[in-house]
């Protein structure tokens, strides 16, 4: 079981450019989450989905699309590349809305 | 004000020792509190969930003061792998949009 696997790890971007975070996931989860997270803050939530076919905007989804053709991938991306999106991805998975959060490995993105 | 604050730390402490920290929390409706420990460039994991009752598990010891709107975490026997960041995390009301995370308290354990 790989639990929850993002691709790529690492990614270095210059502006203007875009590119797509994949999430994967093999719990059965409904409930999947794109979060940011940058030093001295905790994770924002991005954009999340309570099921396949669903997303919704979070905390902080400027500059950012999601999509969720099938259950157990999540997609993030960016269409246009900002230096202020510079920071690590965390994707995470829950079984129900108020459970236990589970957390891939992140991906760290530099945008130069 | 932040919906869910921490105190950053660091707390250095040396092996052995007790330590607790606390986070509060803003809203006075939210229902569920968490910690999770993030080690250094990893994600965050369930270390354990905090129930009105309190809860307990080995050497941890979690505490909810909702009259106060505090959780607290509270480590005995500390060791050199307790070394991590300490998030606070609050569920406003089971939604999913609504989970908030604290920025998290560095614990540092040394020898």
């Known amino acids: 079981n790989a639990g929850v696997t993002q691709t790529p790890k690492f990614r270095v971007l210059k502006t203007g450019q875009s590119m797509t975070l994949l999430c994967a996931q093999d719990m059965n989860h409904e409930y999947m989450y794109w979060y940011r997270q940058d030093p001295g803050m905790g994770l924002r939530l991005i954009h999340y989905s309570v099921g396949e076919g669903t997303t919704a905007k979070g905390e902080v989804p400027d500059g950012y699309n999601v999509s969720r053709l099938k259950k157990q991938n999540f997609l993030l991306g960016l269409e246009s590349a900002a230096p202020s999106q510079t920071s690590v991805y965390f994707c995470a998975t829950a079984r129900t809305s108020g459970g236990e959060l589970f957390f891939g490995e992140g991906s760290r993105l530099t945008v130069l | 004000r932040k919906e869910v604050e921490q105190d950053p730390g660091p707390f250095n402490v040396p092996e052995g020792a007790t330590v607790a920290f606390n986070c509060t929390y803003s809203n006075s409706a939210s229902q569920s509190f968490f910690w999770y420990r993030q080690d250094c460039r990893k994600e965050p994991k369930l270390l354990m969930s905090?129930?009105?009752s309190g809860n307990e598990d080995g050497r941890f010891t979690a505490q909810l003061n909702r009259a106060s709107q505090y959780i607290s975490l509270l480590i005995r026997d500390s060791k050199l792998s307790d070394s991590a960041t300490y998030l606070c995390?609050?569920?406003?009301?089971?939604?999913?949009?609504?989970?908030?995370f604290g920025s998290g308290t560095r614990l540092s354990i040394r020898p």
């Open positions: 995390v609050v569920n406003k009301n089971s939604s999913a949009s609504k989970i908030i």
């Open positions: 905090v129930y009105s």
